[in-house]
């Protein structure tokens, strides 16, 4: 940002380069309030940030190649640069807040990318995370967790297709006392009897 700009003429810069075409006087007061005239006019124009057709009234104005170079570059709000004579006042500060605010809006954090494997393919890779080894028993508590987009219905569905891979197995859990309430609604109920484990890559 060039340091011979205030806060007021940087808005009239961004304003002009938001419009991205030539505007009249008229025009500038009818839809934000107010002319370019006077002083801020003359400054604007003798530094060359902004190019005025005034010859007729009333003055059209558009953002010259120097205005545009000056918002392409990052809006910076460092106090330490000011004049000690020309300390900014809570208002102004307030003002260049705003303006970087509206310059340089936050970058939109973008959604993860779909996942494009298979569930068969994320059942096997979340099982391998978890298990100990090939064939190890794993139960559904540990597997469904890390599938958390997948409705358990459909999730139950490939798990019981899984079953006719020849290194697949599910079974109930003998000791059925030892089955909490998380395990018993982790189980996929499979020909009338309910399945709470998992082994992959048994032979």
Do not use: C
Not at 142 to 167: F, G, N, Q, T
């Amino acid at each position: 940002m060039s340091d011979d700009l205030t806060p007021s003429d940087y808005a009239i810069l961004l304003l002009l380069g938001h419009e991205n075409r030539e505007i009249s006087n008229t025009e500038l007061h009818d839809t934000y309030g107010f002319r370019l005239t006077g002083s801020l006019y003359a400054k604007l124009n003798g530094s060359e940030y902004v190019i005025s057709n005034t010859q007729r009234r009333p003055y059209r104005h558009r953002l010259s190649a120097k205005g545009a170079a000056v918002l392409a570059r990052p809006l910076a709000i460092d106090e330490e640069q000011a004049d000690a004579t020309e300390k900014r006042t809570f208002r102004e500060r307030v003002l260049w807040a705003a303006l970087r605010a509206v310059h340089q809006p936050r970058a939109v954090e973008q959604p993860p990318a779909p996942d494009t494997r298979s569930l068969d393919k994320r059942v096997r890779d979340a099982y391998a995370e978890v298990a100990d080894g090939p064939g190890d028993w794993v139960d559904l508590t540990a597997i469904r967790p890390l599938l958390p987009d997948v409705a358990k219905s459909e999730l139950d569905v490939v798990l019981e297709k899984m079953l006719d891979a020849p290194d697949v197995r599910l079974d109930p859990e003998v000791h059925r006392h030892r089955l909490d309430r998380a395990a018993k609604e982790a189980a996929v109920r499979i020909g009338g009897e309910d399945r709470h484990k998992l082994a992959i890559g048994m032979r």
